[in-house]
């Protein structure tokens, strides 16, 4: 693992349907998107494609590895509203028998806070990720399971009332099988949901929700080989996300609010093709995905159970779908500077049932370009660095418009706090809330090196950004790893 692995972060899969791994990114790769990643031919596995740990019997060479982590993101406007987190991997722990079996914990605690003029919310929380993945030496026959949990409590400075929340981001079974020495396919089953309720002891006050995707299936096709010149991941997956809610007081019966529920579908593919010639290598790379998720209100049941649902409310429907595509190029030469350019779009569709107010039909269409530049610094003979030393500096201009709905970033990470009221979620009703956007500006500064011929290592990496969204807000984003391979194969 080199740099590319060392900030914590939950990638989507389907949106927000699913986060099926909970995995270390570089934040190049995290600001993509679901594209991101494309260009570089060390993410074209399945555990970075589709989230499956089936992914990490392909390439981990390690049977035994401890990772320290540390990542930090400060977000503020002049105004002084800001957002911080705080997230650790203490430890990140990787055992195995390299392409037979593999065990991976990681506890990664987080501290996200809220400021503004009228107080601070902070949300300490606690999250676990276990996966193990296991199979033939052939990789005739391959097995896997993915299960993460976090749990914390929501407060607010000079009141008494806080929220509750628990939730799995993902408990996933996963089945491959290695069809031939190019090609590996494989299908995915699970569930993620997630709780939040406010902690008073008025019961005529009330607020809480559950918010789940059950069941989650899909499968994917991996295409890649080392030596081979070309990579390439496909995978599909749909799901069935449904809302309950209830507050109190309300104008509803019981509080009971009505029923949410949803179904979506999804596909993602992403190739690359190397070629070399002398000390030059190009490589190429293409990326393309749809998504469509169609929603639908419905009166609630009297237990309000996420699993049921009562009569359809007539018009209340609405349908979000995207289509995007990425393109780019890489380049290197003899192995010390690689510069790569790259540019994506994608187009986001809301169609609104008759009954919605305003229901007219909305599109919009968002960009992003990012232009790096990497050094093997170690490479450079007349240096004459020591062959057990690896010592890359790498930058990143990058220049987004992004959707808040498709593209969460720190929105979805924030997007946990909940002020401890109620009517917390009224938004859930408002369709026009997926068209909200993000401009992000920035660059992306980082190094890493490696010693003892990668028996050990450190990365870090430094985001300083400008979100254009609305007032303007500058940001700063920190991230450190520290990893150590206690025994090699």
């Not at 990772?67 to 977000?75: R, T, V």
């Not at 008759?354 to 003979?381: C, P, R, T």
């Not at 992306?444 to 609305?470: K, P």
């Amino acid at each position: 693992m080199n740099l590319r692995s060392f900030i914590i972060v939950l990638p989507v899969f389907l949106t927000s349907l699913n986060a099926q791994t909970t995995s270390m990114h570089n934040l190049a790769l995290w600001m993509g998107g679901e594209k991101s990643g494309f260009m570089d031919e060390a993410n074209y596995t399945t555990a970075h494609h589709g989230g499956s740990p089936l992914g990490w019997l392909e390439h981990d060479s390690s049977s035994a590895r401890v990772d320290l982590l540390f990542s930090y993101l400060n977000l503020e406007d002049n105004s002084g509203n800001g957002n911080v987190s705080r997230t650790y991997a203490v430890p990140h722990i990787r055992l195995g028998n390299p392409g037979v079996a593999v065990v991976d914990f990681v506890y990664y605690p987080t501290s996200l806070e809220k400021s503004s003029p009228q107080g601070n919310i902070k949300l300490p929380l606690h999250r676990f990720s276990l996966g193990v993945a296991g199979g033939t030496e052939s990789g005739l026959f391959q097995i896997g399971l993915r299960a993460g949990l976090f749990t914390g409590r929501i407060s607010q400075e000079e009141f008494p009332d806080e929220r509750f929340i628990l939730g799995s981001d993902q408990i996933s079974v996963h089945l491959g099988t290695q069809l031939h020495e190019l090609v590996r396919v494989g299908v995915f089953g699970g569930v993620s949901g997630y709780f939040d309720s406010l902690v008073i002891e008025n019961p005529e006050v009330q607020d809480r929700y559950f918010s789940g995707t059950f069941p989650i299936l899909g499968g994917f096709i991996d295409l890649s080989k080392e030596g081979f010149p070309v990579f390439s991941n496909f995978s599909l997956g749909m799901g069935f996300p449904r809302f309950v809610y209830v507050y109190k007081p309300s104008t509803f019966p019981a509080g009971n609010n009505p029923a949410l529920f949803s179904d979506s579908i999804g596909w993602d593919w992403k190739t690359l093709v190397k070629v070399g010639a002398g000390d030059f290598t190009i490589r190429p790379a293409f990326a393309m995905g749809y998504q469509r998720t169609t929603s639908q209100l419905y009166h609630p049941t009297e237990d309000n159970y996420p699993w049921e649902h009562g009569d359809e409310i007539t018009g209340y429907h609405w349908t979000i779908s995207s289509f995007g595509m990425g393109m780019g190029v890489a380049t290197d030469f003899l192995k010390i500077a690689e510069l790569s350019v790259q540019y994506g779009f994608k187009n986001l569709s809301l169609e609104k049932g008759l009954a919605i107010v305003s229901s007219y039909d909305e599109k919009e269409w968002f960009h992003d370009i990012k232009v790096g530049i990497q050094g093997n610094v170690h490479k450079i003979e007349k240096l004459r660095f020591p062959q057990s030393l690896g010592l890359t500096v790498r930058a990143e201009y990058f220049n987004m418009r992004q959707s808040q709905y498709l593209d969460p970033w720190y929105h979805g990470e924030f997007s946990r706090i909940t002020l401890p009221g109620i009517g917390s979620q009224a938004g859930r009703y408002t369709p026009e809330s997926s068209l909200l956007q993000t401009r992000l500006i920035g660059i992306n500064a980082g190094i890493g090196a490696t010693f003892l011929e990668e028996m050990f290592g450190v990365d870090a990496d430094l985001v300083l950004f400008d979100d254009a969204s609305g007032v303007e807000k500058k940001g700063v984003q920190f991230g450190i790893g520290l990893w150590y391979n206690l025994i090699r194969k």
